[in-house]
Structures are given as structure tokens and as C-alpha cells.
């Protein structure tokens, strides 16, 4: 069975920093990537980063990119998201997934296109 524990959301001013992090386990096929989608109030999901296991590569929406790096620590199983000069626009409650590496959305998405997802950590950025 696959899990995520997840923690790091919280609110943060404009600007500001935030580091998600991410524990998954229950994997056994290295075909598949880590990543984040995020869903606003009123929004469809949104594919944010992914890492694959593989190899390490990373991809990004270019909503994020530039701004925020995504990381992992294969002894720990844990993935990380370094969210930096954060926008209002950034605010969404984030969910830890996985999915087939070759098969991840980045943008616009739908829950149907993620494996498997955790329980989500809210981020909030004021104004």
C-alpha cells in the first residue's frame, strides 16, 4: 500500500519562504515519479514539480519554475519542496503523489491523473 506523510504548509507573507516534506512509501516499481499538485479554492488540481526515482531529473510548471526546487533523499524516502518568493496566487492546499514518471502532468490536471496522493498541507500567502 502506497503512503505519504506530509508536512511544512503554513502562511507565509508575500515573499516569503516555505519547505514542504514529503515521507512516501509502499513503492516497489522505480518507473515512478514524487512530486506535488495543488488545488486552490474553487480550481481544478494542478501538477507543481515532480522528481523522478530513477534518476533524479525534475520538471516543473512554469507557474513555479524558478521559484521553487524540488529535492529527495532516497535513504530517508522523503521529497522536498523549497517554495521561494511565494505569491498569493501560490495559495492552495498541496498534496504529496505519484505517478508514472513518464505520465506526470504538470499544469492543469485532474486527481485521476496522480496513482496515488496524500492527506494535503495547506500553504497560504498574504498579501
Known amino acids: 500500500e502506497v503512503q505519504f506523510v506530509e508536512s511544512g504548509g503554513g502562511l507565509v507573507q508575500a515573499g516569503g519562504s516555505l519547505r514542504l516534506s514529503c515521507v512516501a512509501s509502499g513503492f516497489t516499481d522505480d518507473d515512478y515519479a514524487i512530486g506535488w499538485f495543488r488545488q486552490a479554492p474553487g480550481k481544478g488540481p494542478e501538477g507543481v514539480s515532480c522528481?523522478?526515482?530513477?534518476?533524479?531529473?525534475?520538471h516543473y510548471a512554469p507557474s513555479v519554475k524558478g521559484r521553487f526546487t524540488i529535492s529527495s533523499d532516497n535513504a530517508k524516502n522523503a521529497v522536498y519542496l523549497q517554495m521561494n518568493n511565494l505569491k498569493p496566487e501560490d495559495t492552495a492546499v498541496y498534496y504529496c503523489a505519484a505517478q508514472l514518471h513518464t505520465d506526470w502532468i504538470l499544469g492543469p490536471a485532474s486527481t485521476t491523473d496522480f496513482r496515488a496522493w496524500g492527506q494535503g498541507t495547506q500553504v497560504t500567502v498574504s498579501s
Open positions: 522528481i523522478s526515482l530513477t534518476d533524479g531529473r525534475t
